[in-house]
């Protein structure tokens, strides 16, 4: 006969439960980041709408909003006139989702679930909006650069340790860098400058956009970690612009927006950064 800890089997029960509710949470927060991102006006501002087809202007009515369960009701197309809903509105519901649940199960009810699923809304957001109209709107980054920067400036204060941040623990001048609010600046400051001088040398092949999300990475990841998720953004949209050359989905001279990759290798970093320098330095 096996015995089960009672505690340790109610406590199973009510971590599941709240994982499920995390998920679910996740998914209508989801088709709230899908209403957003489809708010995004030509300005770069944000004019929030109610969800509509991008055709026949029609609105979707409320069993078609439901997160994920609408969109396969619909068949993948708007009711009234067939025009394919975007499939990004399943998929950003779905990992929205995914990232709640798997974010509480990992770090439980903490603030450093709190920073990262902000941080993770800021993220996507940028993604999609830079994914669809090669926009990066500065009515997101700006406010997110700031909130970035009083969350190190709150970490610091409050003796706080973030699973990814790593302080650069030297002594003399560079122990400037042993509190995560320097490296915080320190890293926003590598960030933004180096995308700059990418801007610079390319003429154009970059945009301001693009630095400013730099600088924003840095203020999330901090200093040294902001060279891992600009090398893994750089690696992803190489790779991926090689493919789409080959495949002959796009021509050389066609633009490519970079803010996605840029996304992706912050979140990266933001999860398994430390393990990554970690596993760099152990090759060298």
């Not at 998920?23 to 209508?28: D, F, K, N, Q």
């Not at 929030?48 to 069993?63: I, M």
């Not at 068949?75 to 649940?101: K, Q, S, T």
Request: hydrophobic share 55%.
């Amino acid at each position: 006969m096996v015995w089960v800890n009672r505690n340790t089997f109610v406590d199973s029960i009510i971590t599941a439960f709240t994982g499920c509710l995390f998920l679910l949470l996740g998914l209508v927060w989801g088709a709230v980041l899908n209403r957003l991102a489809g708010s995004v006006t030509e300005e770069g501002g944000i004019r929030l709408r109610a969800p509509a087809c991008a055709k026949c202007l029609a609105r979707r009515g409320p069993k078609y909003q439901i997160p994920l369960i609408g969109y396969f009701a619909a068949g993948g197309r708007c009711p009234d006139c067939g025009e394919a809903i975007p499939v990004r509105v399943p998929v950003v519901e779905a990992v929205m989702g995914i990232l709640f649940a798997a974010l509480y199960l990992k770090y439980g009810l903490s603030w450093t679930l709190l920073i990262l699923l902000i941080y993770a809304t800021v993220l996507i957001i940028l993604f999609v909006t830079d994914f669809e109209h090669f926009m990066l709107p500065n009515v997101i980054t700006w406010p997110a650069m700031l909130l970035a920067a009083l969350v190190a400036l709150a970490v610091t204060l409050a003796h706080y340790s973030l699973p990814w941040s790593l302080y650069y623990g030297g002594s003399g001048f560079m122990a400037v860098f042993n509190n995560f609010l320097l490296c915080a600046l320190a890293g926003g400051a590598c960030g933004a400058l180096l995308l700059l001088l990418v801007v610079v040398l390319s003429r154009g092949g970059m945009g301001m956009g693009d630095v400013l999300l730099a600088g924003l990475l840095g203020l999330m990841v901090g200093f040294p970690l902001v060279f891992i998720a600009l090398f893994l953004s750089i690696m992803a949209g190489g790779i991926v612009a090689a493919a789409l050359l080959i495949s002959g989905r796009k021509q050389r001279k066609e633009m490519l927006p970079f803010g996605p990759f840029l996304c992706t290798g912050g979140m990266v970093t933001l999860l398994w950064g430390k393990e990554l320098l970690g596993w760099y330095l152990g090759l060298i």
